[in-house]
Structures are given as C-alpha cells and as structure tokens.
C-alpha cells in the first residue's frame, strides 16, 4: 500500500511541475512579438522577399517555427532587440518567419526548401541566396544556452562563421 501511495504521489508531483512550467511558458509566450503569420502563403511570400534580396544584395534567413514556440521567440526576441545582432541581420539578410503549424504546414516552400524542423525540432534556419538556392541549414540547438540563446554563437550564425 505504501508503495501505491509513494507511485501515486510522485504522479502527481510531476503533473504538478509539467502544468507549472506549461504555464510559464505560456507567460513568457505571450510576453514577446509574435512575428509568425500562420494565414500567410510562405511561398509566395519566399519568392518576393527573393525578388527583394537580388535587389539589396542580401540573402533571405528563414527562421521556421511558429508562435506556438517559445524558442522561435526567443530568438525573434535576441536578434530583434540587441542591437549589435540587429545591426548584422539587416546589413546581410531578408529575415522572414515560415510558419509551420496545424493551420498551415506550408507545404508548397517546404516541398521546395525542405523542413529541417522535422529532423532538428523548432526553430530551425534556413539562409537562402537571392536564387533561392538553400546555402546553410541551422539547428537551434547548436546556438542555445540555458533557457535562451549565446549571444556569441548567434552572432557567429548571423557572420555566417559557426
């Protein structure tokens, strides 16, 4: 009895703590931009910001996620509000948010770029040249710290030398 007790009490512990941290991360959630578009037809958008990149000499970094992840966020967050990382991301690219989600699995610029996020989890990145050709794949992983992201690393990203 004792043992069923012990089992039960410790299922309930960790709904206890699952429910908490899905609720904080609800919070931190709500607490940023939401730059995804989930109506939006990712690849016909993909093609003018190509147009757009030709023009400025740029490439298109495709960040793939959707607000439903806080990761995404996060690093929407970073590279948005630090200046030296802004700076870099608007000197060199196009960024551009492809939504995957139930509402739209965009399926039409994942056929013709592929979906790393399948493989890697969310986000995943994608740095496209003005042809549209698929230069670099990035996990999130390898740029992650803690519950956020390494300054250091993404920068290294974004300079295109990790």
């Known amino acids: 009895m004792k043992k069923i007790i012990f089992i039960a009490l410790l299922c309930w512990t960790g ?10 991360v609800q919070k931190e959630r709500a607490g940023y931009e939401q730059p995804y578009h989930p109506e939006e037809d990712g690849d016909m958008r993909i ?13 298109v970094l495709v960040q793939i996620g959707g607000n439903w992840c806080v990761w995404c966020l996060r690093f929407n967050h970073l590279v948005t509000t630090t200046p030296e990382l802004k700076q ?12 995957y989600s ?11 770029y592929g979906n790393p996020g399948e493989q890697y989890g969310y986000p995943a990145f994608l740095i496209l040249s003005a042809k549209g050709e698929v230069l670099f794949t990035q996990k999130s992983e390898d740029l992650e710290d803690g519950k956020g992201y390494d300054p250091k690393k993404v920068k290294k990203f974004l300079q295109g030398r990790l």
């Not at 709904?15 to 904080?24: D, G, H, K, L, R």
């Not at 093609?47 to 490439?59: F, I, R, S, V």
């Open 15 to 24: 709904t206890t703590i699952n429910a908490q941290s899905s609720e904080e």
């Open 47 to 59: 093609n003018q910001l190509l147009k757009q990149a030709k023009k400025e000499g740029k490439k």
């Open 88 to 99: 870099i991301l608007n000197k060199k690219y196009i960024y551009y948010h492809l939504n």
């Open 102 to 112: 139930p509402e739209n699995k965009n399926e039409k610029a994942f056929k013709k």
